[in-house]
């Protein structure tokens, strides 16, 4: 497994989210360990079409749970999708932005990292 504190870039890993709270622990940080077997590893902003998707594909991120405390993702939100559904999101042409940053190097056991830079979110700091 990849170092925990590392993104994808060889940096220290960024929060992806707080509000909602994201991270398989909800620390907002995409940061895996042996526990999140799910490789929660991607910080992505979801776009309507990916929302979509990922309901369709039996994974629904936008109907709030509030007995989980999930208030349910919205259209704009940083979120940490597991690896394995970014890769399926990709080959089916519905691969959401990547904030790179904030995604740990732990995508890279699933992912390419050539696949995430084609997908990488411009923030409002980055020159065009």
Known sequence: MQDVSTNILGGILQSCSTAPPTGFFRTGCCQVT?????NH??????S????????????DLSTP??????PGVKP???WC??????QEALEAGMAPQVVLEATSAAALEVVRLEDLK???AIMKHDKP
């Open 118 to 120: 084609r997908h990488a």
């Open 81 to 86: 999708l597991c690896a394995v559904r970014w």
């Open 48 to 59: 309507d079409e990916f929302l979509v998707f990922s309901r369709n594909r039996g994974n």
């Open 34 to 38: 042996e526990e999140d077997v799910g």
């Open 65 to 70: 749970h509030p007995e989980f405390g999930f």
């Open 76 to 78: 704009g939100e940083r």
């Open 41 to 46: 590893s991607v910080c992505i902003i979801a």
